[in-house]
C-alpha cells in the first residue's frame, strides 16, 4: 500500500515507512483504499443502517439538555417551578445551574464507566442496557412537579446518556470501510443537532399550554427513541473489532458478512483487523484507561481530547440556551422560539454539507478553517453587542451572526471531531480514549453550565453579545493548537495511523508521509 505524498513531505519524514505484508492482506488493503464513497455505500448497506441505529442514543443525549434550556424559557415552566423578578417568573442561575449540571456531569462519569462494560461486555449489549435504563429514568423527569425532583431526574440520566457519546463513535468507526468512515462517524454531530432541533420544535410547540403538559410533554416524547431502540436491539450486530480482540473470529467474520455485500472477501477485512491487532500489541499499545497515557498513546488521548474540548471552549454550550439568549437580546417568545429553530436547521444543513467536504478535503483543512471563522464572528458580535443603546437592528444582526456561527461549526468543528477522536486513538484503546475525551469535553461543560447562567441572567452579568469576547479569544487559542497538533488522518488505514503516531510524524507532515508496502509470499 502506498499513501501520495509530495517531495517536500516526504523530505520532512525522513525515510519511508517499509511495512512487511503477505499478498493477501495487501490486496485487501489496496482494495478498500480503491473504494470510493459512492461504491462503499453500494457494498456497505447494512454498515450504514446499523451505524445510524446506533448513532440514535446522541438523539437522546442532545434532546435532554436542549429541552432544559428551551423550558427556562417556556412560560408555564417558570411559573411553576420559579419566581417572580421585576414582574416576571424566572428560574434562577444556581437551580439553571443544578439542573442543567445533569447532562456535562454525566458525560464526566457516565463516559467513564462505559468503557469497562464495552470492553467486557461488548458495544451492542453495553447499549442495549442503557437505553433501558434511560427508558426507566424518564419516569422522574415525567412526574417531577419540584425542582428537587427534577434535579434527581437529570443527574440520573445524566450518567446514562453519558455513555452514548463513547458507543456511537466507537461503533461507528469499527463497523464501516474507511471511505465511509468519515461520513459514519461524523453523522453522530448530526443526531446531536437532530436531538436540539427536536428539543427546540416540541418546545415551540408546548410553550404556550397554560398547565403542566408544557413541559411533561416534552420529557414524555423521550421515551419514543428507547421503544424504537429497544425493538431493533436484537438485530443489532456486534462490533467485528472487538470480537476478533476477544478471539471470536469465526463471530467476526459472520458479523462482517452481514455488514458487506456479497462481493467483498470478508475473510481478507478480517485478515487486516487481526493483522492490526496483532501490531499494536507488538507496539504495546495496551488496553487500559492508564494505557491512554503511556508513550505514543499520550499524543494521541492528547489530540482526542482537545479537539471533542475544543467544542466547549468555542461557544457551543450557548446552544442549549439559545432561545432564552434570544429573549435576552430583546426578542419576544415566538420569535427567540423561531430563531432557535431557526439556529438549529442551518446546523443540521451544515453537517450535511460538511460531508462532501470530508471527502474532497480531510480533516484538517476543514477543521482549522472552520475554528478560524468561528473566532471572527464571535468577535463581531462581541463588537456588536458594544454600540450603545442596542437598537433592533443590532439585536436582529447579532441574532443572525449566531445562526451563521452554528452554521460553520456544524460544517467544521462539530462533525470533524467526531471522526478525528476516532481516527486518532489506538484500535485497543479506543473505547476509553473516546471516554476520555468525552469526560474531558464534560469536565468543561460542567464549568460552562456553571458560568453561562451567570454571564447572561438578567439579574446577573447580563452579558448578552458581549459572550462573543470570552468564547472567541478561547476559540483563538484553540485554533493555535490545533493547527500545530492535530493531523491529517484521512484516507489512512488503522494500522498505517499507528505506524505515523509511533514514528512520531509531525502533524503538518501527516497527509504526504510515504509508507511502503513490501509483499510477502
Known amino acids: 500500500m502506498a499513501a501520495q505524498g509530495n517531495n517536500k513531505a516526504n523530505a520532512a519524514s525522513k525515510d519511508a515507512t517499509i511495512v512487511h505484508h503477505d499478498s493477501g492482506l495487501d490486496e485487501a488493503i489496496h482494495f478498500e ?8 455505500c453500494t457494498l456497505y448497506p447494512s454498515a450504514i443502517l446499523w451505524s445510524a441505529f446506533v448513532s440514535m442514543g446522541v438523539i437522546m443525549l442532545a434532546f435532554d439538555p436542549q429541552l432544559l434550556g428551551n423550558l427556562y424559557a417556556t412560560p408555564q415552566f417558570r411559573k411553576d417551578f420559579g419566581y417572580v423578578y421585576e414582574n416576571e417568573y424566572i ?3 444556581p437551580w439553571q445551574t443544578g439542573l442543567s449540571m445533569g447532562n456535562p456531569v454525566g458525560q464526566v462519569v457516565g463516559a467513564l464507566i462505559a468503557g469497562y462494560p464495552m470492553e467486557r461486555f461488548g458495544r451492542k449489549w453495553t447499549f442495549g442496557t442503557c437505553v433501558a435504563l434511560t427508558a426507566g429514568l424518564i419516569f422522574i423527569q415525567f412526574f417531577a412537579r ?3 425532583v427534577l434535579l434527581v431526574g437529570e443527574l440520573l440520566g445524566g450518567l446514562v446518556l453519558g455513555c452514548y457519546a463513547v458507543i456511537a463513535p466507537a461503533y461507528s468507526s469499527e463497523v464501516c470501510p474507511m471511505a465511509l468512515r468519515g461520513v459514519l462517524t461524523s453523522y453522530v454531530n448530526l443526531c446531536f443537532v437532530i436531538g436540539q432541533l427536536l428539543g427546540n420544535s416540541v418546545c415551540a410547540g408546548t410553550s404556550k399550554l397554560s398547565d403542566h403538559w408544557a413541559y411533561s410533554i416534552p420529557f414524555g416524547l423521550q421515551w419514543f427513541w428507547c421503544v424504537v431502540i429497544l425493538l431493533g436491539l436484537a438485530w443489532v450486530p456486534e462490533s467485528p473489532w472487538w470480537l476478533a480482540r476477544n478471539g471470536r473470529l469465526d463471530e467476526a467474520k459472520g458479523v462482517l458478512q452481514r455488514l458487506a455485500s456479497q462481493k467483498v ?4 477485512t478480517l485478515a487486516v483487523i487481526v493483522e492490526t491487532d496483532r501490531l499494536e500489541q507488538e507496539l504495546e499499545m495496551g488496553s487500559t484507561y492508564w494505557d491512554c497515557f503511556r508513550g505514543v498513546n499520550l499524543r494521541r488521548t492528547e489530540i482526542s481530547m482537545g479537539v471533542y474540548c475544543t467544542q466547549v471552549l468555542s461557544g457551543i454550550y450557548l446552544i442549549n440556551y439559545g432561545t432564552y439568549f434570544f429573549q435576552l437580546a430583546g ?8 430563531m432557535g429553530i431557526g439556529f438549529l436547521a442551518v446546523g443540521f444543513l451544515g453537517t450535511i454539507l460538511s460531508w462532501p467536504l470530508l471527502i474532497r478535503y480531510g480533516r484538517r483543512k476543514i477543521y482549522n478553517t472552520g475554528l478560524l471563522i468561528l473566532v471572527v464572528l464571535q468577535i463581531i458580535i462581541g463588537i456588536l453587542d458594544c454600540i450603545p443603546g442596542r437598537p433592533s437592528g443590532v439585536i436582529w444582526a447579532e441574532s443572525s451572526l449566531m445562526l451563521v456561527w452554528n452554521f460553520f461549526y456544524d460544517i467544521s468543528v462539530g462533525p470533524i471531531c467526531f471522526v478525528i477522536i476516532s481516527e486518532a486513538s489506538a484500535t485497543r484503546v479506543r473505547s476509553k480514549s473516546i471516554a476520555l475525551a468525552t469526560a474531558a469535553q464534560g ?3 460542567c464549568v460552562m453550565t456553571v458560568a453561562i447562567p451567570y454571564m447572561i441572567n438578567p439579574d446577573q452579568a447580563n452579558m448578552q453579545g458581549k459572550l462573543g469576547f470570552f468564547f472567541g479569544g478561547l476559540a483563538a487559542m484553540c485554533l493555535v493548537w490545533s493547527y500545530l497538533r492535530v493531523p491529517e488522518t484521512s484516507g489512512r488505514t488503522y494500522e498505517e495511523l499507528d505506524i505515523l503516531f509511533e514514528r512520531k510524524v509531525g502533524a503538518r507532515q501527516f497527509e504526504g508521509y510515504v509508507i511502503e508496502s513490501e509483499g510477502v509470499d
Not at 483504499?33 to 462503499?40: E, H, I, K, N, V
Not at 472477501?265 to 481478507?268: A, R, T
Open 443 to 445: 469536565a468543561l461543560g
Open 33 to 40: 483504499r480503491s473504494l470510493t464513497f459512492l461504491q462503499a
Open 91 to 93: 428560574i434562577s442561575a
Open 265 to 268: 472477501d470478508v475473510g481478507k
Open 331 to 338: 426578542l419576544d417568545t415566538d420569535e427567540a422560539f423561531n
Open 146 to 148: 419540584s425542582l428537587q
